[in-house]
């Protein structure tokens, strides 16, 4: 695509004031430096084991930067100011509980309460939820390694798959489409295979329920041509979010720990490789497969639209979405919809302390991708500059 839509930054922070634009530019230049994130970091877990008073200050600079609110009610100024620039909302309740049965049925409980939140609200066609938010990590690992269970791990299965099959048939039931996430791949099997039985269930008429591919992992074109082989055996459609992935780094340590060949690909260019080829292969097959391309890399974005041009997709074709996170990449979400195509900002939410492991995890992974962090000082800065001249 020859034309540069991501530079123009007039559109991408149109919603910012100058007091957000450049508290969002002290932020992203804090976190490009590495030490300063590592000493922030155990910092704040230092704040939180002896409790001080630092909610207020976190709530008014990272938190609104990256969060829409405390509450789902807490959000709905960030919809609807984005959702009149174009830019849809997936509610992601960002809060990592505990690991017991209460808390993955009050997880569930808080998915049902999206969905019926976002029943009729054009801003919010899709939700979100994490697999560990509705069991243990430990029971999706024991079943993806072919392990039998005991009778009362059976059980606790089973709990898992009802939990599942209600959000999913609720979501069916209200027309709004459910992405669900991908976690690490010795636990992703069992995933895999009960989205897929959802799919089976759910997506009879078109997809309303989504899994997601970290394309980082070497062996997901083949698990895709394989289920879209199944679809078309059974006559049901798929849904994918494609991702690169999230836990690189431990999973190369595990393979390297345990003696098996990592899952991860070779490199950075591999995994962009694998990236570009998934949506090339969905978007040959969008008669069965929709697509919800999550990503803040500019070049598979420009990839995308190209594909789709040549394709004669239309760009607001439901069967295509662009995703990024709250806060991040608004160079890219915001003059997608300006030009439009379907796009939907992850917007994460929940008490501040309770969300305080996302936001280190944003600081952290902002630090580690290379251009990332640059790439949004440098706009930040060209639209303060553009500002300044307009005022003169």
């Known amino acids: 695509m020859k034309q540069h839509i991501f530079d123009n930054t007039e559109v991408a922070f149109a919603l910012k004031s100058n007091a957000e634009l450049n508290r969002a530019y002290v932020l992203f230049k804090m976190i490009s430096y590495e030490r300063f994130v590592k000493v922030g970091t155990h910092l704040t877990h230092f704040a939180l084991k002896v409790k001080l008073p630092v909610w207020g200050l976190v709530r008014k600079t990272v938190f609104d930067h990256f969060c829409g609110g405390v509450n789902a009610k807490d959000c709905l100024p960030v919809i609807d100011a984005m959702y009149d620039k174009g830019v849809s909302s997936v509610l992601d309740y960002s809060v990592e509980g505990k690991d017991n049965e209460a808390h993955f049925d009050d997880a569930m409980q808080k998915i049902v309460e999206i969905i019926h939140f976002s029943t009729d609200k054009a801003a919010m066609p899709i939700v979100v939820f994490k697999p560990t938010g509705f069991g243990r990590f430990n029971l999706y690992q024991k079943i993806s390694e072919g392990k039998s269970l005991t009778n009362d791990e059976q059980a606790e299965w089973d709990r898992v798959v009802a939990r599942y099959d209600t959000v999913c048939r609720l979501s069916k039931e209200k027309d709004v489409e459910i992405l ?53 055996a059974q006559g049901f459609f798929l849904g994918y979010k494609i991702v690169r992935g999230a836990y690189m780094e431990k999973e190369n340590e595990r393979a390297l720990k345990m003696g098996y060949e990592t899952p991860i690909c070779e490199s950075k260019q591999a995994t962009d490789i694998n990236f570009d080829n998934s949506a090339k292969y969905i978007l040959d097959h969008l008669d069965t497969i929709s697509i919800f391309v999550g990503t803040h890399n500019e070049q598979s974005c420009y990839l995308v639209m190209d594909l789709m041009k040549e394709k004669k997709i239309a760009k607001a074709d439901n069967r295509v979405w662009f995703g990024q996170l709250y806060g991040m990449s608004d160079h890219i979400s915001f003059n997608l919809s300006a030009h439009g195509y379907n796009v939907a900002k992850y917007v994460p939410f929940g008490p501040v302390k309770d969300v305080m492991p996302y936001l280190i995890r944003r600081a952290e992974e902002n630090t580690s991708v290379a251009g990332q962090t640059g790439r949004e000082l440098t706009l930040l800065d060209a639209e303060k500059t553009r500002r300044k001249q307009a005022a003169q």
């Open 180 to 232: 669900i996430d991908a976690e690490e791949s010795w636990m992703q099997d069992a995933v895999d295979d009960l989205v897929t039985l959802m799919m089976t269930r759910y997506n009879t008429e078109r997809p309303i329920v989504y899994n997601t591919l970290q394309m980082y992992r070497h062996d997901r074109m083949a698990f895709l041509e394989a289920q879209y082989q199944l679809a078309k």
